[in-house]
């Protein structure tokens, strides 16, 4: 599991560089990321892989993970500052999608990402990032079942 964590953070990162590569070509002025900035990035994607991995673990079926994009992921990603900053949110008088942002692992990514390519402090966000990273891996190690592919494969008429 671990060696798949990592080779599905590598390949969310290859993506954020793709991505950036063409903001770069069509003319957006960014600034050069440093060193915290890409440990951010590196720490959100194993975040994010892991929950993905969690996620896996306990979804029997593909044809749930639509109902997981719509009912899990999507929700936290619109409740978190990926869209707009944390600040705004409450300045706008939405309290209660302030509070569910500042609550989102999702927010405390992006905000890290967002402070540290400035070079500014992000606060708690590297260890909200971290330890739900952390969590959400020994969660999908504790819930998997290396027999659980090769025994649906027998039912269903497969080998074995």
Not at 33 to 55: C, D, E, Q, S, T
């Amino acid at each position: 599991l671990a060696c798949k964590l990592v080779a599905t953070a590598v390949l969310s990162l290859a993506q954020a560089a793709a991505f950036l590569a063409v903001a770069a070509l069509i003319g957006t002025q960014l600034p050069w990321p440093g060193v915290h900035a890409i440990a951010a990035a590196v720490a959100a994607a194993l975040m994010f892989g892991a929950l993905g991995l969690l996620l896996s673990v306990h979804i029997r079926q593909l044809e749930n993970f639509a109902g997981t994009m719509n009912f899990v992921i999507f929700p936290m990603y619109f409740i978190s500052t990926a869209l707009y900053p944390l600040w705004k949110l409450q300045e706008s008088g939405a309290e209660w999608v302030y509070q569910l942002a500042r609550f989102n692992p999702f927010t405390h990514a992006v905000e890290w990402i967002r402070f540290a390519w400035y070079g500014k402090d992000p606060g708690l966000a590297p260890w909200v990032v971290v330890g739900v990273g952390v969590a959400c891996f020994v969660l999908a190690c504790r819930g998997y079942d290396p027999r659980r592919s090769f025994a649906t494969l027998g039912r269903k008429g497969g080998p074995g």
